[in-house]
């Protein structure tokens, strides 16, 4: 098939892609560091809602509309960071889902993001070629980070908290940290959402969005980013794969996702972890 | 006004409670976070719809619905949860598989039942009020408390004085130690399933009766709010969900009775954010499920 009409079929799909490869990338930086937070979706949301309110009411040109709304996700991070600074696990994950949801029912409730309706109208300026660059960007800064003291901070934090700090680290810093990373990193993909498919509701980043994250990144392999962005990517296309079982697609996600879960124990990158790569 | 409202807290706090009961009685055995357990709620709602539509007696329907979901609950431990405690996955891997089990339960009710509402009964089920002093409720609304309620003791119960609770709690309290002394784990926690979630599908058919009707979105606005139930009472704790369930009741049908239905959500996860970060063990402890 000729890519130009191939690209014209399935421009939308492509532009989704690179951004739930994105918010997988978001995610994977606080499972890397042992930290099951469930927010990614909620700090999406909100870069997604102040870069479309600073480009509709403010006339942001695109990229200040996209700098505001990354700081505006940073922030938030950070500010959630605080209070659940003592919680791990489970709780954790409870009280991350908890913040979540208080920000879509404001966004559901406050005039300035059009309520329940949400908003349209959004400047569509926002081209794959974008999408793909800041994802490259963003992957290419945490190939970079990998290779600092910082990473290794991480790993050991995951592993071990306690044996961290007997070796000096800052857990506490380095979970902010990746937090406040991660955050940001969610922002970029809901700012470009909201620029790439200039329509918004508050459910677009609510409990389910954030559920699919999750699933991306424990398909690919939790504490692997690569992975998480390989399972957004394949658990993105598959229900166009399927397509063809239209009735069925549901169902056949559901059971691929067991399947993977039950059979594929560290996710799909010890397909690749194995040769060293 | 203020008495009706309590009464009406309570009806859907019975119904949280019933839920959280579920979630709670999982989490405290196993240490996962059941994320199948609305589907469960919702399924159930639906099968007792249908054998109702087959010409059942409601109490009948519900009564079978209900042993339906327990043997669900079993099948989604085999399928999504055993294979992967043989293997020591911790506890995110489970919940991830939970996840999927829901999304092929909503499958199927999809598939079976389409998208749109159904009804237990056209034109809306026969309830006759009753007025007591200043509230008024109906018979259907008084049977569906008492029921929540009857569940609730049986669950006490069956954990405080029979051989499968005593196993239970053991397991709860820790698995090893239980096995060593002839418990019989697969068993146990298979038991622990079915009743977490015939507890589950009780409260989703209750729910479905309320509102006479059942559609596929019912378990996606309890799914969160067991959560808060949970939490408020302490993870894993029986009395605490209890409590947490008809506690959460009563901050929802009071912010709406007070004009703040639109904000009625953010209020039960705002308490419940609260408590994760001041107290989180909740109100009863994280482990009085161990010591119960």
Not at chain 1, 203 to 219: H, K, N, P, S, Y
Not at chain 2, 15 to 26: D, N, S
Not at chain 2, 73 to 84: S, T
Not at chain 2, 248 to 256: F, K, R, Y
Request: aromatic letters at 8%; proline letters at 3%.
């Amino acid at each position: 098939m000729n890519l130009g009409t191939f690209y014209a079929q399935h421009s939308r799909l492509i532009d989704q892609i690179g951004i739930n490869a994105l918010l997988a990338l978001s995610l994977s930086v606080s499972l890397q560091a042992g930290q099951l937070a469930l927010a990614q979706a909620a700090f999406a949301g909100i870069a997604a809602y102040v870069s479309a309110i600073a480009a509709m009411q403010f006339g942001f040109p695109l990229a200040a509309a996209i700098a505001v709304a990354i700081a505006a996700a940073a922030l938030a991070a950070a500010a959630l960071a605080y209070p659940v600074r003592k919680l791990r696990g489970i709780f954790l994950a409870i009280a991350t889902i908890g913040f979540g949801e208080i920000v879509r029912v404001v966004a559901n409730n406050v005039d300035i993001t059009g309520g329940a309706e949400g908003l349209s109208g959004i400047p569509n300026d926002v081209t794959t070629p974008i999408i793909y660059g800041a994802l490259l960007l963003v992957a290419l800064a945490l190939v970079a980070l990998a290779r600092t003291k910082f990473a290794l901070a991480v790993k050991l934090t995951r592993e071990d908290e306690n044996a961290a700090r007997g070796v000096g680290v800052d857990v506490g810093m380095v979970r902010f940290a990746s937090l406040v990373i991660g955050g940001a990193i969610a922002g970029l993909a809901g700012a470009l959402y909201a620029h790439a498919f200039y329509f918004l509701t508050p459910t677009d980043f609510g409990f389910a969005r954030m559920e699919q994250i999750l699933v991306w990144c424990v398909i690919g392999g939790v504490t692997s980013p690569a992975g998480a962005v390989v399972g957004a990517v394949l658990l993105s296309i598959l229900p166009e794969v399927i397509r063809p079982l239209a009735d069925y697609r549901e169902l056949t996600s559901g059971l691929i996702l067991l399947g993977v879960i039950l059979f594929v124990p560290n996710g799909l990158s010890m397909l690749w972890a194995k040769r060293g790569v | 006004m203020l008495a009706q409202q309590l009464l009406n807290a309570l009806f859907l706090g019975a119904v949280y409670a019933l839920f959280a009961l579920g979630y709670t009685l999982i989490f405290g055995v196993l240490d996962i976070l059941n994320l199948a357990h609305a589907a469960i709620y919702m399924i159930a709602a639906f099968a007792a719809y249908s054998l109702v539509a087959d010409g059942l007696p409601l109490p009948l329907a519900a009564g079978l619905a209900i042993v339906m979901a327990g043997v669900i609950g079993i099948l989604l431990d085999r399928v999504a949860f055993a294979p992967l405690r043989r293997r020591n996955a911790g506890t995110l891997v489970p919940l991830i598989s939970s996840i999927g089990v829901a999304i092929v339960i909503g499958a199927i009710a999809r598939a079976v039942y389409g998208i749109d509402e159904r009804h237990f009964v056209e034109g809306g089920l026969d309830a006759t009020p009753i007025h007591l002093g200043p509230v008024t409720f109906t018979s259907l609304e008084a049977i569906i408390l008492a029921t929540a309620i009857g569940l609730m003791f049986g669950l006490s119960y069956v954990l405080r004085a029979t051989v499968l609770g005593r196993n239970i709690r053991a397991v709860a309290q820790d698995r090893v130690a239980a096995a060593l002394l002839g418990v019989d784990l697969e068993r146990t926690i298979a038991a622990t399933f079915f009743i977490a979630s015939a507890l589950g599908g009780a409260a989703g058919i209750l729910t479905g009766l309320e509102y006479n009707a059942v559609s596929l979105d019912l378990g996606s606005q309890i799914e969160l709010k067991g959560l808060a139930v949970i939490i408020l009472g302490g993870m894993g704790s029986i009395t605490g969900a209890v409590i947490g369930g008809f506690a959460i009741g009563i901050v929802e049908t009071l912010a709406v009775a007070y004009g703040l239905s639109a904000w009625r959500d953010a209020l039960t996860f705002g308490v419940m954010f609260l408590i994760l970060v001041a107290r989180p063990a909740g109100i009863f402890g994280a482990r009085a499920l161990r010591s119960a």
